[in-house]
């Protein structure tokens, strides 16, 4: 079917699209690999966008509904969880600040890569706008994963 709409998440990495085919996708933007597929909708689905919060999160129209849809995406498609910090481009750190729940001051993370976040401190991240108990989250996970702790997950509540 003909593609309807497509919409980039706001930090880029994942790219939604809702088709004539009853479908709505979900990929990643970089290998364009197909993460998830909605095939419940009725008739052709007309567009689609996703939360700004939380990238599992989209909606898509058909019929004159919008529906809320949460997917659980695989894990290789957010590769800051598998790339050594040292390595990481805008688009791992902003879909790391996204899985933390952080949001990007000023588009203060907008350029940097990941040996920048190795050299950061609390002092710099104060002085962005982020409050203190944000700024030791922040520092502890980038120490997390520079010693190889891909895997830790932010268990705050």
């Not at 790219?15 to 996708?25: E, F, I, M, P």
């Not at 966008?49 to 019929?63: H, L, M, Q, T, Y």
């Not at 989250?137 to 705050?156: A, E, I, K, P, S």
Request: aromatic letters at 10%; charged letters at 20%.
């Amino acid at each position: 079917g003909a593609i309807m709409c497509l919409k980039y998440t706001v930090s880029g990495h994942l790219l939604a699209s809702s088709s004539g085919d009853r479908t709505a996708r979900i990929w990643d933007a970089r290998s364009y690999k197909c993460l998830a597929v909605v095939d419940q909708h009725t008739r052709y689905v007309t567009s689609c966008a996703f939360s700004s919060r939380d990238p599992g999160i989209f909606v898509s129209a058909c019929e004159n509904y919008l529906c809320l849809w949460r997917v659980r995406l695989e894990k290789d498609s957010q590769s800051f969880m598998t790339v050594p910090i040292r390595n990481w481009t805008g688009s791992e750190i902003g879909a790391w600040l996204n899985s933390l729940s952080i949001e990007n001051l000023n588009g203060y993370f907008t350029s940097p890569s990941g040996e920048y976040l190795l050299n950061l401190s609390k002092e710099n991240l104060l002085t962005a706008g982020y409050d203190g108990e944000t700024a030791d989250r922040l520092l502890q996970n980038v120490q997390w994963r520079r010693h190889g702790n891909y895997n830790v997950r932010d268990d705050r509540t």
